[in-house]
């Protein structure tokens, strides 16, 4: 059962945006908080910004701050990551997740390329 569905990356130049969706299973989604990671090529991955059950306590990584904003739809079980001023090294494979210590098993995520 496919849990985690990362969609709408893309290749982009630096300064451009992008918006990024996640659909997950009602079991998956209904009460947690929710939260969006990344991996680049070669290392490991890593946090980017979370977002409670309410819509409210949101945290962002220090690297994304200011350019990257987390919204969620509690009626679609649906999370998106808007990405704006992208830079080179915001390339990545983008993955949403429960927040955590709660994570399930990984989508396949969605590929975000950064060109300079």
């Known amino acids: 059962q496919v849990q985690l569905a990362e969609s709408g990356g893309g290749l982009v130049q630096a300064g451009g945006f992008l918006r990024l969706s996640c659909v997950a299973s009602?079991?998956?989604?209904?009460?947690?908080?929710m939260a969006w990671f990344r991996q680049a090529p070669g290392e490991e991955r890593e946090f980017v910004a979370s977002?409670?059950?309410?819509?409210?306590?949101?945290q962002y990584a220090d690297s994304v701050k200011g350019r990257f904003s987390v919204s969620r739809d509690n009626n679609k079980n649906t999370i998106y990551l808007q990405i704006d001023s992208l830079k080179p090294e915001d390339t990545a494979v983008y993955y949403c997740?429960?927040?955590?210590?709660?994570?399930?098993?990984w989508g396949q995520g969605t590929q975000v390329t950064v060109s300079s």
């Open positions: 009602l079991v998956t989604f209904y009460g947690y908080d």
């Open positions: 977002i409670g059950w309410n819509g409210f306590n949101k």
């Open positions: 997740n429960r927040a955590p210590p709660h994570q399930v098993s």
